[in-house]
C-alpha cells in the first residue's frame, strides 16, 4: 500500500498478542482501527491503550467462527467508519493433543477459528475493500502451516489451509487494488499455550506446561507487528517471521526427510 494515514484496518484477535501490537503499530502509522475479539477484558484494555494514541477505534465484540456475526461485523465496520482498507485476520486458537486423544468436538472448534474464521473475514470484508482506492488483506498462518509437528494436527491443518486459501486467492487478486499477505509466524510470546486446549495423560500436562514457559522467552509480539506492517507497506505476498521459520521453510523444501528427523529431534531436546 502506498500510505497507510486515514485508512480504516480490522484486527481479529486484537485483545492481546500479535492482535494488539499490530493494532497498536497501525494506528502509529495513522489508520483508524476496527478491533475485535471474544475476550471483552483484552479488547477493553487494547482500546484503552489505542484512544491514549488518539487513534479512532471502534470495538467489536465478535466470535470469528460464526459466520452470521462475521457478517454482520464487516457491516458494523463499513458502516461506522465509511469504508476498509485492511483486514488482518489474526484470531487463532490451538489444542495439544495427539490425534488419537483428540476429540473431534475440539478439532471442529480449532478449524472454526483458525480456518473459517479467515475464510468468513475474507468474503465478508474483501467487497468493501475491492470498493477502496487500494487495500490489503493479512492472514496469520504459522510456521506450522510450513511444517507438521506430533500433537497439533488440527493446528496444522487449520495453518496448512490458511496458506493454501491464501496463495490461491492472492492470484485472483492480482489485477485488483488488494493485495495479500499469507504471514507465517515462529515462536512469538503470546498466550496461544497458556490458553491451549489440552487432552491426553500426565506427560501432555507437562509438555503444555513446559511450552507455556518457552513461549514467554520468545520474539516480543511488537517485533512480529512490525513484520507485519512492512509487509502490508510493501505488499509482500509472504511474511515469515523469526529464523527458525526462515529455517524450516529451506530444510522442507530442499531436505524433506531429514527436515522431519531434525523437528523430532528438537522438540525431544526441548522435552516438548
Not at 476429540?103 to 473475514?121: A, C, K, P, R, T
Request: net charge positive; glycine share 10%.
Amino acid at each position: 500500500m502506498r500510505q497507510l494515514e486515514q485508512r480504516v484496518a480490522v484486527v481479529t484477535g486484537a485483545g492481546s498478542g500479535i492482535g494488539r501490537a499490530t493494532s497498536l503499530l497501525l494506528a502509529e502509522k495513522g489508520c483508524h482501527l476496527a478491533i475485535a475479539d471474544v475476550n471483552q477484558a483484552g479488547l477493553d484494555e487494547t482500546a484503552r491503550l489505542l484512544r491514549e494514541r488518539g487513534a479512532t477505534v471502534s470495538v467489536h465484540a465478535v466470535d470469528v467462527s460464526d459466520r452470521a456475526r462475521v457478517e454482520a461485523f464487516a457491516a458494523e465496520v463499513a458502516g461506522q467508519h465509511g469504508g476498509v482498507h485492511i483486514l488482518v485476520n489474526n484470531a487463532g486458537v490451538s489444542v495439544n493433543a495427539k490425534f488419537m486423544d483428540h476429540s473431534l468436538e475440539d478439532f471442529e472448534w480449532l478449524m472454526g477459528i483458525n480456518f473459517w474464521g479467515v475464510v468468513y473475514g475474507c468474503k465478508f470484508f474483501l467487497p468493501h475493500i475491492l470498493r477502496a482506492e487500494e487495500g490489503h488483506i493479512v492472514n496469520i498462518s504459522s510456521i506450522f502451516g510450513l511444517v507438521g509437528v506430533p500433537q497439533q494436527s488440527s493446528y496444522c491443518a487449520s495453518k496448512f489451509a490458511v496458506r493454501g486459501f491464501t496463495e490461491s486467492l492472492q492470484r485472483e487478486l492480482t489485477d485488483t487494488n488488494v493485495g495479500i499477505t499469507t504471514v507465517h509466524p515462529g515462536g512469538i510470546a503470546t498466550n496461544i499455550a497458556a490458553a491451549s486446549r489440552v487432552t491426553g495423560d500426565g506427560q501432555a500436562m507437562a509438555r503444555h506446561q513446559r511450552a507455556i514457559k518457552a513461549f514467554r522467552k520468545m520474539m516480543p509480539p511488537e517485533e512480529a507487528a512490525r513484520q507485519i506492517v512492512r509487509g502490508i507497506i510493501g505488499g509482500r505476498a509472504r511474511v515469515q517471521i523469526t529464523r527458525e521459520t526462515h529455517f524450516m521453510d529451506l530444510a522442507k523444501r530442499v531436505a524433506p526427510v531429514a527436515s522431519n528427523r531434525l523437528i523430532d529431534w528438537g522438540m525431544k531436546r526441548m522435552q516438548w
